[in-house]
């Protein structure tokens, strides 16, 4: 049962729901071996049929990540966009001071600032319980 809850809870991103699912989901299998073993099995037996009949523990873990999904830091996301704008703009004024006037360069440096912002929002939105659903099809 604990590797069985071991494998399901490292499918849930939120952290904070960890323990509460772990709870719920204990609850859950003492109350089936309880069941199982009123019904005439040994308490090995048992807890191997409550784990069973709980599913394959990365796609219930992947199901309760969709549920439990952790909240999304705006204030951080926000921050990092203006700290990047404001990073462009020092860079313009500098870029302008200097008398470097190459726009193409200052053009080059904030497109790769926005696509530096891009892959940043794509990594911090991207599913990684798709990952664990790919990597337990080849199991």
């Known amino acids: ?26 609850d859950h299998i003492e109350d089936q071996i309880e069941a199982n073993i009123h019904a005439g099995m040994n308490y090995e ?29 705006w204030k951080l996301l926000v921050m990092v966009i203006l700290l990047s704008v404001a990073g462009i703009m020092i860079h313009l004024m500098i870029a302008r001071h200097i008398g470097e006037g190459d726009a193409s360069a200052s053009g080059r440096y904030v497109i790769h600032v926005v696509l530096g912002i891009a892959v940043m929002f794509f990594l911090y939105f991207l599913d990684y319980t798709l990952l664990a659903r790919s990597r337990s099809c080849r199991l």
Not at 9 to 21: D, F, N, T, V
């Open 45 to 73: 037996d048992a807890e191997k049929e409550a784990v069973r009949d709980m599913g394959d523990p990365v796609e219930t873990g992947i199901s309760l990540d969709r549920i439990h999904k952790p909240q999304i830091a």
């Open 1 to 26: 049962m604990d590797e069985y809850l071991k494998t399901l809870l490292e499918q849930i991103r939120c952290k904070k729901a960890r323990p509460y699912i772990r709870q719920e989901l204990q």
